[in-house]
């Protein structure tokens, strides 16, 4: 049985509308780890070094092969920062891919086949889509190169261990956090990222569970999905304006959702008494909790989990030692503009 931690800093209390169809309960529960949770500088490196060593290149080292879903959001180039600097400390060579869209699954999986055929030592990846990308693990399960689930999950069992978020739990604490600020009541919508992303769909269900058993006097009115994209989730912000009347607030799921929900609200004109929370913590969303456009942002730890992948793939290779619990939870933190500047 997996064991659950999640630890959230609220230092202010934040209004928050959700649009979200619910469904089944969550699964197993894993290990918790503290992490190396820094405050989040972000970046706007937007390059792809497309299956080159990262870092200081060690003859004869070994070779990592560090897959996310894309270079778009800083959360994942935060995930690379916290591999690399665990690859340089340990002497591994890690070569980085991503796709350049938020959905090519079919480029994911080619990169992980690339990386069997390189003969690289082990794998972190980050699925952008959980049934798509099992066969491709599967595959570097049957060459013998060890796999580790970093951020998202795959529906492939062949992975040696995962650092994720306790994504349904974020989500509930999204539907708590907005209850408190529309006191309870209203309208409130979902916008997703991508359809068939596991991190996501665990955030909509702790979301639309937690809203249907302990806020009788608020409905989730629709989920709608942005592929992760700011563009079109400013787009779906100011169609559920023009749609829901009523609409009270919204909960956006991940980063480049988040960017887009807030510009949608600054388009559209903020309704008074609306509420919004996001994910993710970027130059951008910052900039928006700072100016009001959004109430907060649940964060998340990128660089440790990019760091505790690299550190739990060298001791299973160097020593032959699995990790202590298969599934690990990362730490997060609810972020607001009061406490901001922890951050």
Known sequence: MRKQRMVFTMLAALALTVLCGCGGGRGGEPETSAGSMAPPEGTTDTSVSANVPEGSVVSGGKVFSLITMDTIDQFWLQVKEGAQAKADELGINLRFDAPVGKTDAQAQSDMVENAI??????????????????????????????????????????????????????????????????????????????????????????????VGKEYPDMEVVQVVYSDGEAEKAMNLTTNLLATYPELKGIFSINEGSTIGMAQGLSQSGMPEGFACIGFDLSDNTRASIEDGSINGVIVQDPEGMGSESVEALFSYLENQEEPESRDTFTQSFFVTKDNLDQF
């Open 117 to 210: 055929s390189n003969g690289v030592d082990g794998i972190i990846i980050s699925p952008t889509n959980k049934e798509a990308l099992a066969p491709a693990i599967d595959k570097a399960k049957e060459a013998g190169i060890p796999v580790v689930y970093a951020g998202t999950m795959c529906s492939s069992e062949n992975y040696l261990a995962s650092y994720t978020t306790d994504n349904y739990a974020a989500g509930e604490k999204a539907a708590q956090e907005l209850a408190g600020l529309l006191g309870q009541k209203g309208q409130v919508a979902v916008i997703c990222a991508q359809q068939g992303d596991d991190s996501g769909q665990q955030r909509q269900q702790g979301f639309c569970d937690c």
